[in-house]
T-cell receptor
């Protein structure tokens, strides 16, 4: 996905915290999205970071460091319904370019 | 509900055939982007249309083509279908007047080529 790198799979336990990392090339960067995608469904928007720092939205938080080309999505108090793929996507010259996604498995 | 509708939702085509997928964008949105998502992969950018003109293209061959109409709805056409074209095709609409986080995806069209 045009040098957007994120782990292929992760496993975590219900009630725990998990951090999904994403690195990207910084050329033409306008912002960074995180999307959630359940199997067989379209992606749904979680967050959009333009400036450096942490943005919190309920159980989900997203962090961005533009100088390092690095972001993470933090999921707290994991629930079984959080089992999904999480897509990191870069707004590059007003086109959204996606990584390959991270499949998150939640164990009871 | 995002206000972006795609049709058909599912279809099966034979190798070598042609297919047209349709997308109605969110009201007020003048930009439509198309993505191909193969099983287990992230969406891959095909192209974007802005005010009826192609405005950027990903690494897809010319047999992938598109249109945008005056009402900003859009079509994706794929000629000479190949087995590897089997995928979920996603349409996303946005407006050049809004910030980047107002980008809405449709539910997608599942294409199977046999």
């Amino acid at each position: 996905g045009q040098n957007i790198d994120q782990p292929t799979e992760m496993t975590a336990t219900e009630g725990a915290i998990v951090q999904i990392n994403c690195t990207y090339q910084t050329s033409g960067f306008n912002g960074l999205f995180w999307y959630q995608q359940h199997a067989g469904e379209a992606p749904t928007f979680l967050s959009y970071n333009v400036l450096d720092g942490l943005e919190e939205k309920g159980r989900f938080s997203s962090f961005l460091s533009r100088s390092k080309g690095y972001s993470y999505l933090l999921l707290k108090e994991l629930q079984m319904k959080d089992s999904a793929s999480y897509l990191c996507a870069v707004n590059r010259d007003d086109k959204i370019i996606f990584g390959k996604g991270t499949r998150l498995h939640i164990l009871p | 509900e995002t206000g972006v509708t795609q049709s058909p939702t599912h279809l099966i085509k034979t190798r070598g055939q042609q297919v047209t997928l349709r997308c109605s964008s969110q009201s007020g949105h003048n930009t439509v982007s198309w993505y191909q998502q193969a099983l287990g992969q992230g969406p891959q950018f095909i192209f974007q249309y802005y005010r009826e003109e192609e405005n950027g293209r990903g690494n897809f061959p010319p047999r992938f083509s598109g249109l945008q109409f005056p009402n900003y709805s859009s079509e994706l056409n794929v000629n000479a279908l190949e087995l590897d074209d089997s995928a979920l095709y996603l349409c996303a609409s946005s407006s050049d007047r809004d910030s980047g986080n107002t980008i809405y995806f449709g539910e997608g069209s599942w294409l199977t080529v046999v």
